[in-house]
C-alpha cells in the first residue's frame, strides 16, 4: 500500500469515479468536481474548496481536459472547478495526467509535468476493445437484421478497427476491411477477412463502420451502401466523412465518440487507473504533452 501518496481526481464523467475508485486501493485519493449525487457510496467528493497548499502528488484530469467555459470538463458539478485551484492544489515538481492534448493546459499547468495516459500502448489497445465493443452494441440496437451474413465494411485497420473484424468475425458476419496500404490489405487476411482500397470502393454493405480520421467518404463514392445503410462514425473530429456526404447520410449517419464511457464506464475508468499507476510505480517513462 502506498497511501503516503495522494492523487487528485479532478472533474470528467463517470470514467473518472471509477478511476478514483481503483486508485484508492493503493494510493490517497481524493475528488473534486462531483455532486455527492452522481457518485456511489463508495466514492465521496472532496466538500468545500480545493486546498492551496499543494497537497497533491498526482492529479488526473479527464480525457477532454476542459470545457467550453476554459475550466476543467466536469459535467457532473453543478459549481465549477477551474484549472488554477486544481494547479495550486499540485505540487510544483508534481505530475498531471491529462486525456487528449489540449495547448492550453501548458499555460494552466506551467510548473507541474504534463503526461497524456493516453499515450500508453496498453491502454489504447484495452480501450479499443471497449470502442468496438460499444459500436457493435450500437449496431445491434439500431439494426433490424441479425450481424450473422451481414455485409460488412469496416475502414481501417488499426487498433480498433482490428478489434471490431474479430468481435464481427464472432457474429458471423460478411466482414471486409477498406485500407490504404499492402501491408493494411495483408493484415486482413491474417484477420480472416476480406480487404479493398480505399481508394476504390465497391460493392454493398449494410452496415459500415469508420475508423479513419481521414476524409474516406465523399458524395462521390456513397454508392457503396444501399438506401438503408447504416454508417457509425467512431473517429474523433471531422473523421472520415466529408460535410457533403455527412449531409446526404443524414440519419444513416451515427457518430459515435467517446463510446466507452458510455458503454462500458467502470472498466473504462479502471484502465485508466492502470495506466496512472504504471506511470507512477515506474517513476517516470512517460510522454509529455
Known amino acids: 500500500m502506498t497511501h503516503d501518496i495522494k492523487i487528485l481526481i479532478a472533474g470528467g464523467d463517470m470514467r473518472q469515479v471509477y478511476c478514483a475508485a481503483r486508485l484508492a486501493r493503493r494510493y490517497s485519493v ?5 455532486d455527492s449525487s452522481a457518485l456511489p457510496a463508495e466514492v465521496q467528493p472532496l466538500t468545500g474548496s ?17 470545457g467550453s467555459d476554459g475550466n476543467i470538463s466536469a459535467p457532473h458539478y453543478s459549481g465549477a472547478l477551474s484549472a488554477e485551484s486544481v494547479a495550486s492544489s499540485v505540487k510544483k515538481d508534481g505530475t498531471v495526467f491529462t486525456g487528449l492534448p489540449f495547448p492550453r493546459l501548458a499555460e494552466l499547468f506551467p510548473q507541474q509535468r504534463l503526461v497524456s495516459y493516453l499515450d500508453r500502448e496498453e491502454l489504447l489497445l484495452r480501450n479499443a476493445v471497449l470502442t468496438a465493443e460499444g459500436a ?11 450481424l450473422c451474413g451481414l455485409s460488412v465494411l469496416i475502414v481501417g485497420l488499426g487498433r480498433i478497427g482490428t478489434a471490431l473484424a474479430h468481435i464481427l468475425r464472432g457474429f458471423g458476419a460478411d466482414v471486409t476491411a477498406a485500407v490504404r496500404s499492402p501491408k493494411a490489405a495483408a493484415k486482413a487476411e491474417v484477420l480472416g477477412v476480406r480487404s479493398v482500397y480505399t481508394d476504390s470502393l465497391g460493392g454493398e454493405y449494410a452496415l459500415v463502420f469508420n475508423t479513419s480520421p481521414k476524409t474516406v467518404f465523399t458524395r462521390g463514392n456513397l454508392g457503396i451502401s444501399h438506401r438503408n445503410t447504416l454508417f457509425i462514425e467512431l473517429a474523433s473530429d471531422e473523421g472520415g466523412f466529408s460535410p457533403e456526404a455527412a449531409d446526404m447520410l443524414g440519419e444513416h449517419l451515427v457518430r459515435a465518440g467517446g463510446l466507452p464511457a458510455k458503454t462500458a464506464p467502470v472498466t473504462a475508468g479502471e484502465i485508466v487507473a492502470d495506466a496512472v499507476a504504471a506511470f507512477i510505480e515506474e517513476g517516470g517513462g512517460g510522454s509529455e504533452n
Not at 30 to 34: K, R, S
Not at 50 to 63: I, N, Q
Request: overall charge negative; charged content about 20%.
Open 30 to 34: 481524493t475528488v473534486a468536481g462531483f
Open 136 to 146: 457493435v452494441q450500437l449496431a445491434l440496437e439500431r439494426l433490424d437484421v441479425a
Open 50 to 66: 480545493l486546498p492551496a497548499a499543494e497537497e497533491f502528488d498526482f492529479a488526473v484530469l479527464p480525457v477532454r481536459g476542459l
